[in-house]
């Protein structure tokens, strides 16, 4: 005698059970992404970024108390007289550059970056390179 299923059985997986592996995968495959993706370079471009943005906010909360403009010097390793790791290289496009019609990334030559008594900040972007790796953003 052959076994037949009744009607009403199906066999298969339930929607909640494929919504929930895949969501397990991909929670895997993220933490696998940023593993990867922690390279020794990318760690010592955090490391250029916290100072820039640790000398930036010594100047403005300066400025802000004493009431008088401050300024800080970037250069290409380096900003405020605190260096950059080896091999951090800064790129900056500056108010002056575009004033003057100057396109495009130019290295910083001991730059005098201003923080008004206010608490305004000259606007720049900045550009942290080491080999491969690049960091871009904005003050």
């Not at 995968?25 to 943005?53: H, N, P, Q, Y």
């Amino acid at each position: 005698m052959k076994w037949r299923p009744r009607a009403g059985v199906r066999s298969g997986f339930t929607l909640l059970e494929v919504m929930l592996a895949v969501g397990i995968g991909v929670v895997f495959m993220g933490g696998a992404v940023v593993f990867l993706s922690s390279t020794g370079g990318d760690k010592d471009l955090a490391k250029a970024r916290r100072i820039l943005e640790n000398q930036a906010g010594q100047a403005r909360e300066n400025a802000l108390r004493f009431g008088r403009e401050q300024r800080v010097v970037l250069n290409a390793k380096g900003i405020g007289g605190e260096v950059f790791p080896d091999g951090i290289e800064m790129d900056l496009i500056t108010p002056q550059d575009l004033a003057l019609g100057r396109r495009g990334w130019g290295k910083p030559q001991d730059y005098s970056w201003l923080f008004t008594g206010s608490g305004l900040v000259e606007p720049i972007r900045v550009r942290l390179r080491h080999d491969n790796n690049t960091d871009q953003f904005s003050f």
